[in-house]
Nanobody, 123 residues
Framework: HVQLVESGGGSVQAGGSLRLSCAASGSGAKYGTYCVAWFRQAPGNEREGVAR???????TYADSVKGRFTISKDLANNTVYLQMNSLKPEDTAMHYC????????????????WGQGTQVTVS
């Protein structure tokens, strides 16, 4: 079983930056063998994939965040990060991290393990 805990959300002005963290714990919680992704959901909207980092370190980004967001992982600390720069009001949403053992899952929200979310508000 894997537990995911997000942190780092907050309120910023447009153009600002935030770094989200997703720490994994529990038996078998080793990011080296999982694909980890960030999703977000604004009120009234469907949950959408933002970025993913595969077990081999390769990354994928949604078009809406390319060039602004960077996903990375620290295997020693079992933590995945989402660096968000040049934030826009439309980035306002609850942000979730998720993990899955599939090798190259898509950015659809069908991952096995989920965190509780952290709010990002851009004004």
């Amino acid at each position: 079983h894997v537990q995911l805990v997000e942190s780092g959300g907050g309120s910023v002005q447009a153009g600002g930056s935030l770094r989200l963290s997703c720490a994994a714990s529990g038996s078998g919680a080793k990011y080296g063998t999982y694909c980890v992704a960030w999703f977000r959901q604004a009120p009234g909207n469907e949950r959408e994939g933002v970025a993913r980092i595969n077990s081999d370190g390769s990354t994928t980004y949604a078009d809406s965040v390319k060039g602004r967001f960077t996903i990375s992982k620290d295997l020693a600390n079992n933590t995945v990060y989402l660096q968000m720069n040049s934030l826009k009001p439309e980035d306002t949403a609850m942000h979730y991290c998720a993990a899955d053992r599939r090798r190259f899952p898509s950015l659809r929200p069908d991952y096995t393990y989920w965190g509780q979310g952290t709010q990002v508000t851009v004004s």
